[in-house]
């Protein structure tokens, strides 16, 4: 099994940055993917960014170039670099972990963090 806790999340004022944190611990070895996913009030949850335990990474085109997505394979840690954010980007952020591959694949997700922006 694997357990994400996210943490970082607050209030910021537009075009603020916030930086967000999720560590996984127990099998966390296995895990081949991490991201980020975030659900705003009323609203599907939707991608915000990826990375593989090779480094690739994906972004959605309403944060690419403001955001950024690391990650500590040794401590299973991935983070969210947020700059220059805007009201839009006001939503719980969650954490995801992807274990295998395919049909045999596991998906794991954090609590969430809330991130507002607002002035």
């Known amino acids: 099994q694997v357990q994400l806790v996210e943490s970082g999340g607050g209030l910021v004022q537009p075009g603020g940055s916030l930086r967000l944190s999720c560590a996984a611990s127990?099998?966390?070895?296995?895990?081949?993917?991490m991201g980020w996913y975030r659900q705003a009030p009323g609203k599907q949850r939707e991608l915000v960014a990826t990375?593989?335990?090779?480094?690739?990474?994906n972004y959605a085109d309403s944060v690419r170039g403001r955001f950024t997505i690391s990650r500590v394979i040794t401590t299973s840690t991935v983070w969210l670099q947020m700059n220059s954010l805007k009201p839009e980007d006001t939503a719980v952020y969650f954490c995801?972990?992807?274990?295998?591959?395919?049909?045999?694949?596991?998906?794991?997700w954090g609590q969430g963090t809330q991130v507002t922006v607002s002035s």
């Open positions: 995801n972990a992807r274990v295998g591959v395919s049909t045999s694949a596991l998906y794991y």
């Open positions: 127990g099998s966390r070895f296995s895990i081949n993917v």
């Open positions: 990375i593989t335990s090779t480094g690739i990474t």
